[in-house]
C-alpha cells in the first residue's frame, strides 16, 4: 500500500492524539442544559481544526439546539461528492463513581484510550478529520470533493440536523454519505454496518391525586400511580418477550435468506455473548438468534421510573404521579408515527380507574437498510481490505444513528456506515474506550477509502 497520506498520518499520529484528548476533556453532553456550552465549545473547536486543515466555508449553523459543523472543499471537478457525518455530543458519565478514571479526563491503559465520547462518537470524527488532514497535507489536494456535517444532538434525537436535512439545502449536494459512528463485529475484522434500528422515545405519565397524600390517611381509598404505572408497564410485553401492543409487528419486512445465511457465518458464539457482555441469562422472543433480536426485531425497554420518594429512608406517601420512560426500537417496514400510535391507543386503554396517563413522544427516528450493490461499498471493502487484510463483513447494529435514513429519504444518499469501535468499547456505559490500534488504522482506513472512490 504506498500512499503519502498514510504515511503522513503514521508520522503525524501522536499530536492526532493529542488533538482528539483535547476535543475528550470537553464535557459535550448534549441533554444536560447546564453543558450547553461546552456543545458550543466542542463545535467551535471542530471548526477550527477544520479551518486549519484547509477546509472551506466552514461555519457553525445554528439550530434550535446545538449547533451543526459545516465545511467542504469542492474543487474535485469530475469526482463524485461526499458528505462525511459524525457526532460531537456525547452522552451523560454516570454512574461517575464506577469509572476508572475520569469520564473526561483522557486516560491510556493497555493500548485503549478512556474517556466518555473516545469511540462514540469523537474517535471517530477525530479519524475522519485527521484522514481529512493527512491528503490535503500530503497532496495537496483530495481525491474527490468533500463536505463534513458534524451534529451535536445525536445522543438526544438529532432534531436540529433532521430539520436541516429535511429542507434539502443544495449545501448538502453529494453522492454518498460517510458515517463513523459504529464497530467492527470483531477485533480485527473490517466491517460495514448495512442497517440500524429506528426508535421512538416516550415519556408514559400516570397522575392520581391532587397532590401527594399521607399513605395512612388515604392509604387503601386513594389510587396509587405507581401501581397503575406497573399494571401498564406490564402488560405491554409478555414474559417470553413478545411485545402486546396490537399490530405492533405488522409492517415488519424480515432479512433476507442470503442475510440471514450471512449472519450465520459471522464469528459469533452466543455463550461468550451471555457471559462476557450479559452475564446472565439471555432473554427474548424464541425462535429468533441474538443477532436476528437485537438487530431484526423491534424492542420495548424502560430506562427509567423517576418520581414518589427516593430519598434514604423511609417516607409514607402516595405519590401524586409516577413517570416511566419508555422506548421501542423499531426494524425496516416500521414506521415511528404508526409504533406510536399503535403504542399510544392501546396505552389508553389499559389505564386502570382512578388515575389519567398522558404518553408523550421524546423524539424518534427511522429504520435505516443500506443498498450495497453501488461503487461506494465495493470501494470501502477494497480499501478495508488493503489496511485489514481481510474480506468485509456486512452487518446490522441494533443501536441508532437517526440521520442516516434521512440522508437516504431526503437527500438521496446512500451511506457508508465505516466505524472502527468494538463491541466491549462501553458505549453509554462506564468506562468508554476507543482501541488505539483501531484509532490508527481507522484513519488509514479511511484515507485510503476516500482515496479509491476518487479513482
Ligand atoms: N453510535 C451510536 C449508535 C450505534 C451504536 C451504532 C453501536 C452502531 C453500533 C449512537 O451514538 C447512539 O447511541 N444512538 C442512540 C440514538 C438515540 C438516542 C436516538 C441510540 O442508539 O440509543
Ligand atoms: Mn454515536
Ligand atoms: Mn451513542
Redesign the pocket.
Known amino acids: 500500500m504506498s500512499s503519502s497520506a498514510v504515511d503522513y498520518a503514521r508520522q503525524n499520529y501522536p499530536r492526532f492524539l493529542d488533538e482528539l484528548k483535547a476535543l475528550l476533556r470537553i464535557p459535550s453532553v448534549s441533554t444536560l442544559p447546564e453543558h450547553a456550552g461546552d456543545c458550543h465549545f466542542a463545535a467551535e473547536v471542530l471548526a477550527a481544526d477544520l479551518s486549519k486543515i484547509g477546509m472551506e466555508n466552514v461555519r457553525l449553523i445554528e439550530t434550535k439546539g446545538h449547533p451543526l459543523v459545516y465545511a467542504d472543499w469542492l474543487h474535485a471537478a469530475g469526482k463524485p461528492t461526499v458528505l462525511v457525518y459524525g457526532?460531537y455530543d456525547?452522552?451523560p458519565p454516570d454512574p461517575l463513581d464506577e469509572w476508572v478514571s475520569p469520564p473526561f479526563e483522557p486516560a491510556e491503559r493497555n493500548g485503549n484510550l478512556y474517556a466518555r465520547g473516545a469511540v462514540?462518537?469523537k474517535g471517530q470524527v477525530m479519524a475522519q478529520m485527521k484522514a481529512l488532514e493527512s491528503l490535503l497535507a500530503a497532496d495537496a489536494t483530495l481525491p474527490l470533493n468533500v463536505r463534513v456535517l458534524l451534529e451535536g444532538e445525536?445522543?438526544v434525537g438529532g432534531e436540529g440536523i433532521a430539520s436541516y436535512v429535511a429542507s434539502k439545502p443544495s449545501q448538502l449536494d453529494a453522492d454518498f454519505a460517510l458515517v463513523s459512528?459504529t464497530e467492527l463485529f470483531a477485533p480485527g475484522l473490517p466491517t460495514l454496518c448495512v442497517g440500524l434500528r429506528g426508535m421512538i422515545y416516550t415519556e408514559l405519565e400516570v397522575r392520581g391525586a391532587k397532590t401527594d397524600l399521607h399513605s395512612g390517611m388515604y392509604g387503601g381509598a386513594a389510587p396509587n400511580p405507581f401501581f397503575a404505572l406497573a399494571q401498564i408497564l406490564a402488560k405491554l410485553k409478555d414474559e417470553n418477550g413478545h411485545i402486546l401492543i396490537p399490530g405492533f409487528y405488522d409492517d415488519i419486512i424480515p432479512p433476507s435468506a442470503e442475510e440471514l445465511a450471512a449472519w450465520q457465518s459471522l464469528p459469533f458464539d452466543e455463550d461468550e455473548y451471555r457471559i462476557n457482555e450479559v452475564g446472565s441469562q439471555l432473554v427474548g422472543e424464541a425462535g429468533f438468534s441474538v443477532l436476528e433480536r437485537t438487530w431484526a426485531r423491534p424492542t420495548l425497554e424502560v430506562h427509567g421510573i423517576p418520581g414518589g420518594f427516593i430519598g434514604a429512608g423511609a417516607k409514607t406517601v402516595i405519590p401524586a404521579k409516577a413517570l416511566a420512560k419508555v422506548s421501542m426500537r423499531l426494524v425496516p417496514g416500521m414506521t415511528p408515527a404508526k409504533a406510536f400510535d399503535l403504542y399510544k391507543s392501546y396505552v389508553e386503554k389499559l389505564v386502570p380507574p382512578g388515575v389519567d396517563v398522558e404518553v408523550r413522544l421524546i423524539h424518534s427516528g427511522d429504520p435505516c437498510l443500506i443498498p450495497v450493490d453501488n461503487p461506494y461499498i465495493k470501494a470501502a471493502t477494497r480499501a478495508l481490505h488493503e489496511v485489514w487484510g481481510k474480506d468485509t463483513v456486512f452487518i446490522r447494529s441494533g443501536?441508532s444513528i437517526p440521520i442516516v435514513g434521512d440522508f437516504a429519504r431526503h437527500l438521496g444518499l446512500p451511506s457508508v456506515m465505516m466505524g472502527f469501535g468494538l463491541p466491549d468499547d462501553n458505549?453509554?456505559a462506564p468506562n468508554e474506550k476507543f482501541n488505539l490500534k483501531n484509532f490508527a488504522l481507522g484513519i488509514e482506513s479511511l484515507i485510503r477509502f476516500l482515496e479509491e472512490t476518487g479513482k
Do not use: N
Request: charged share 45%.
Open positions: 457526532h456525547v452522552q462514540d462518537d445525536e445522543e459512528d443501536g458505549l453509554h
